[in-house]
């Protein structure tokens, strides 16, 4: 377990220093803050309608939750499975409407979750460490590979279909979005789609720019590292966020622009602008560094199945 935990700093390593990255070298806008638990009866019809569209921890997870967690109460074992099963139950009862919470919770430092369906990422983490420790500890008891070999089966059969599911909900604004010429500005603008998140402030700690402030363009082209448009309103600038510490060429008219980090990029109607950024050199760096880790991961786990399987463990 301690070799797991040391093995995911780097796996992470990628994504962290992004992250970092932005938040330390620019003044940015907190998201809001909020508790919104998930609300029973709706997550429990997704979880038997095998839909992601409602948080839940799907069908599977949850029936090997609610043995776990009864057998973890009325057992007399002091198996160390006993306190994660434990655990992730008394999450996830907590992330539903029939436990009332503080009306300040969400005014807190918790508020910073904003949903309380993001717990349950804690919720499987506990329920997966507890049943690895369950099984371990009965193993002389359970048939381990027909039950594995059922529940890999059951399980992959649901995932597909819920990805079948989804992709056919394509267009269906409750679960995807869908961004053309026509509406991309209408949807980029919705209040709730988590607009102004992470926006870049001033010294006054005010957005650089507000909804209405958003010009009507043509989208030229868009690739995975760049941009290109042309504005039709009359503006003098376009709602394009220049973070600090990412290296970003515009293009106007085809001439290299140098362009102020935190502030907007200055245009006229009809004027062809492209933005590209490109991965720097620790990007790659620490990109490599957590592939690495993760192909680690993976070898041990594979060898550690291995060795399982040669003791004739199952």
């Keep these: 377990m301690t070799l797991s935990g040391l093995l995911t700093i780097p796996s992470v390593i990628f994504t962290?220093?992004?992250?970092?990255?932005?938040?330390?070298?620019?003044?940015?806008k907190s998201p809001w803050k909020g508790f919104i638990v998930v609300d029973t009866w709706q997550s429990l019809q997704a979880m038997l309608q095998n839909k992601i569209?409602?948080?839940n921890i799907g069908f599977v997870s949850f029936i090997l939750l609610c043995i776990l967690f009864i057998l973890a109460i009325v057992t007399k074992s002091n198996g160390v499975w006993r306190k994660y099963i434990i655990g992730a139950g008394v999450a996830?009862?907590?992330?539903?409407?029939?436990?009332?919470?503080?009306?300040?919770?969400?005014?807190?430092?918790?508020?910073?979750?904003q949903f309380a369906g993001r717990l349950l990422a804690i919720v499987m983490l506990l329920l997966t460490t507890g049943c690895v420790l369950f099984f371990k500890e009965n193993i002389a008891k359970l048939n381990l590979r027909h039950i594995s070999y059922f529940l890999m089966i059951f399980m992959s059969i649901l995932t597909i279909s819920t990805i079948r599911d989804c992709y056919h909900d394509i267009g269906n604004n409750s679960v995807n979005y869908v961004i053309?010429?026509?509406?991309?500005?209408?949807?980029?603008?919705?209040?709730?789609?988590?607009y102004g998140d992470y926006m870049l402030?001033?010294?006054?700690?005010?957005?650089?720019?507000?909804?209405?402030?958003?010009?009507?363009?043509?989208?030229?082209?868009?690739?995975?590292?760049?941009?290109?448009m042309k504005?039709?309103?009359?503006?003098?600038?376009?709602?394009?966020?220049?973070y600090k510490g990412i290296p970003?060429?515009?293009?106007?008219?085809?001439?290299?622009?140098?362009?102020?980090?935190?502030?907007?990029?200055?245009?006229?109607?009809?004027?062809?602008?492209?933005?590209?950024?490109?991965?720097?050199?620790?990007?790659?760096?620490?990109?490599?560094?957590?592939?690495?880790?993760?192909?680690?991961?993976?070898?041990?786990?594979?060898?550690?199945?291995?060795?399982?399987?040669?003791?004739g463990a199952i």
């Design 53 to 55: 569209t409602i948080f």
């Design 92 to 113: 996830y009862f907590l992330t539903l409407n029939i436990v009332p919470l503080p009306t300040g919770i969400s005014q807190s430092f918790i508020g910073t979750i």
């Design 248 to 311: 970003y060429t515009v293009m106007i008219n085809e001439k290299k622009q140098i362009i102020q980090t935190g502030k907007l990029i200055k245009v006229r109607a009809g004027d062809k602008v492209k933005i590209e950024s490109n991965a720097t050199w620790w990007n790659y760096a620490c990109f490599t560094i957590s592939i690495l880790s993760l192909s680690i991961i993976t070898i041990i786990v594979l060898y550690g199945e291995c060795r399982w399987h040669g003791t």
């Design 16 to 28: 962290i220093t992004n992250i970092l990255n932005i938040i330390i070298k620019n003044a940015i």
């Design 180 to 194: 053309d010429n026509n509406n991309y500005k209408k949807e980029i603008s919705k209040s709730n789609g988590g």
């Design 201 to 228: 402030v001033t010294k006054n700690r005010k957005p650089i720019f507000n909804e209405t402030s958003i010009p009507q363009s043509i989208i030229i082209s868009v690739k995975y590292n760049s941009i290109t």
């Design 231 to 242: 504005p039709k309103e009359k503006v003098s600038q376009i709602p394009f966020l220049i």
